[in-house]
Structure formats: structure tokens, C-alpha cells
């Protein structure tokens, strides 16, 4: 079974436009940690946001926002009034406590495309 | 702002040829890992290394994967024959020690793109 379930493989919106990327895990530690990561077209991948699992405080930073809901399992990214430079893959992924290498699992990605 | 830097940035090599990764670390991080991505595909956990040794490992590393800290500053990873299937991004990443919030995020270097002919 899929730890990270992505769900959504490619969004396309208009810039100006809201979006939001779905991210459902799977695990049964209850510490763990969930991240956010952003690999643009050049192929790097951009750290966005770590949330630990005991913290359910709902996280904006500009226009990314982050909806933690522990009871569905689910770790949603908003961008807000999408521009183009957000076009990229989004990857969540989820770093359980009792694996010893601190090894990310990601998920399949999200492709966003902006169109102007 | 520190980052994780690696080198080359493309590799190609033959079939059945060593290569080596370069990867260097930021200075003060202690967790080292790699990670691949075939094209079009998912990040995929290959292996982490902390204090001088390997400390989880995936399926995918077997054994013609190695990974080294030959000094206080590069982390390499060898694939010693390599295979068409090899072909793919491979990125480093390092992570700091835990802080008050947990587990310190890993950030990752540019990726090297391996083209096995």
C-alpha cells in the first residue's frame, strides 16, 4: 500500500486562480513528519514545509498555505493566486520516526501547470 | 544561504562502467542521503548515512551500490557495474541534528543526471 498517496497526477490552472494539491499518508506511528517539496522544471528539489505530527497549527507563508488534518490523514497545499513560476512538480512526503535512517517517503507528485 | 552541491551535474557512461557521485554536504549537518528519481517518476529513498556508517538502506541498494565520507566534506555513491536501468536523477541530500520541533528537514542538491548508453 502507498504511504504518500498523491492522488492527483496534474492540475492545470489559469494564473490568478487558486489551487489546492491533495496529500494523503499512511502510518501508524503516532509522531511523524510530513513535508513539502517543489521540483521546478530545472529539476531541483525546493524544501517547502516540515510539519510534525503533533502539531496541528495550520501553516500560511505568503501565498502557500498548509491544511493539516490529522483525522483524515491528509497534508492539502494552497497556493493562492497561482502565477506561473509556481508551474512545477509538488512532492509531499512523510518521515516516520521508527525507520533508524530518517529516510523520506514521497509521494507520486503533483505536475501543476499555470497558464497565463 | 548553506546549500548541498553536486557534481557533475550529467554523467554518461557505459554499461557495465564504475561511476561516482559527488556530493557535498552542508558543513554542519551530520545525516547524509541519496535518493533517486527515474525520469517521470517518484523520489525513491536509496540510502542514509550518520556517523560514519550506513543506517538504513533500501531494496535498490544492493550490492553494487556503496556509499563513502572519504574526508570531512564529500559523500560519494558508487555504482560499481552500472545497468541501463540506472539511469536516473540522483539527488544527495543532508539534514541537520533534531531541534526542538523534531526531525530536521533534508535538503537536497541539484541532482546529478546518470545516462547510462
Known amino acids: 500500500a502507498q504511504k504518500v498517496t498523491q492522488a492527483q497526477t496534474e492540475i492545470s490552472v489559469v494564473e490568478k486562480e487558486d489551487v489546492t494539491l491533495d496529500c494523503v499518508y499512511e502510518?501508524?506511528?503516532?509522531?511523524?513528519?510530513l513535508f513539502w517539496y517543489k521540483q521546478p522544471p530545472s529539476g531541483e528539489l525546493v524544501f517547502l514545509i516540515r510539519?510534525?505530527?503533533?502539531?496541528?497549527q495550520n501553516e500560511i507563508s505568503g501565498r502557500y498555505s498548509w491544511n493539516f488534518q490529522k483525522s483524515t490523514s491528509s497534508f492539502n497545499f494552497t497556493i493562492t493566486a497561482s502565477q506561473v513560476v509556481d508551474s512545477a512538480v509538488y512532492f509531499c512526503?512523510?518521515?516516520?520516526?521508527?525507520?533508524?535512517?530518517?529516510?523520506?517517503?514521497f509521494g507520486g507528485g503533483t505536475r501543476l501547470m499555470v497558464k497565463p | 544561504e548553506p546549500e548541498v552541491t553536486q557534481t557533475p551535474s550529467h554523467q554518461v557512461t557505459q554499461m557495465g562502467q564504475e561511476v561516482i557521485l559527488r556530493c557535498v554536504p552542508i558543513s554542519n549537518h551530520l545525516y547524509f542521503y541519496w535518493y533517486r528519481q527515474i525520469l517521470g517518476q517518484k523520489v525513491e529513498f536509496l540510502v542514509s548515512?550518520?556517523?560514519?556508517?550506513?543506517?538504513?538502506k533500501s531494496e535498490i541498494f544492493d550490492d553494487q551500490f556503496s556509499v563513502e565520507r572519504p574526508d570531512g566534506s564529500n559523500f560519494t555513491l558508487k555504482i560499481r557495474s552500472t545497468k541501463l536501468e540506472d539511469s536516473a536523477m540522483y539527488f544527495c541530500?543532508?539534514?541537520?541534528?533534531?531541534?526542538?520541533?523534531?526531525?530536521?528537514?533534508?535538503?537536497f542538491g541539484d541532482g546529478t543526471r546518470l545516462s547510462i548508453l
Open positions: 541530500a543532508s539534514s541537520g541534528s533534531w531541534d526542538s520541533r523534531g526531525n530536521q528537514p533534508q535538503h
Open positions: 510539519r510534525n505530527s503533533f502539531d496541528e
Open positions: 548515512f550518520y556517523n560514519n556508517e550506513i543506517s538504513e
Open positions: 512526503a512523510l518521515r516516520e520516526p521508527n525507520n533508524a535512517g530518517n529516510m523520506l517517503t
Open positions: 502510518t501508524r506511528d503516532t509522531t511523524y513528519y
